[in-house]
Each structure stands twice: as structure tokens, then as C-alpha cells.
């Protein structure tokens, strides 16, 4: 998976230039549940993969997502 691409998805969705794996998603960038899951939405399209609710509940940090998708 591509960190950058997923930095980008997230820098896009929230008008930012620039962001880190150690952001917290609700906090850092004011983003609810409805906003990570179409964040999460986008990154599964970009990269072809499906994340699952157990998983996509434990999400916190933009680096969730990355290391989520690098397996």
C-alpha cells in the first residue's frame, strides 16, 4: 500500500497540506464516525481491499490506516 497515497486521501478530504501517522483522526482533524468511514471508503476503492467493522472501530490515528493496509 502507498502511505503517501493515503496522507493525500486524508490531506483532500480535510483541505489540509500536510499530515502525520501520529494524528488522531477525531481530534486532529475534527472528524466523526460518518467522516473516517468515507475516508476508509476511499482508501478501499484507491487499493482494492475491504476493511471490517471490528477493525474500523479500533481506528484512531491516520498511521492506523496506514498499517492497516500494509498488512
Not at 475534527?30 to 468515507?38: M, P, R, T, V, Y
Request: glycine share 6%; hydrophobic share 45%.
Amino acid at each position: 500500500m502507498n502511505e503517501q497515497r493515503i496522507h493525500e486521501i486524508f490531506m483532500e478530504k480535510f483541505g489540509l497540506e500536510t499530515v502525520s501517522n501520529d494524528m488522531v483522526i477525531a481530534e486532529d482533524l475534527g472528524a466523526d464516525s460518518i467522516a473516517l468511514l468515507e475516508i476508509v471508503m476511499d482508501v478501499e476503492e484507491e487499493f482494492d481491499v475491504e476493511i471490517d467493522d471490528e477493525t474500523l472501530s479500533n481506528i484512531k490515528t491516520i498511521g492506523d490506516v496506514v498499517n492497516y493496509f500494509k498488512g
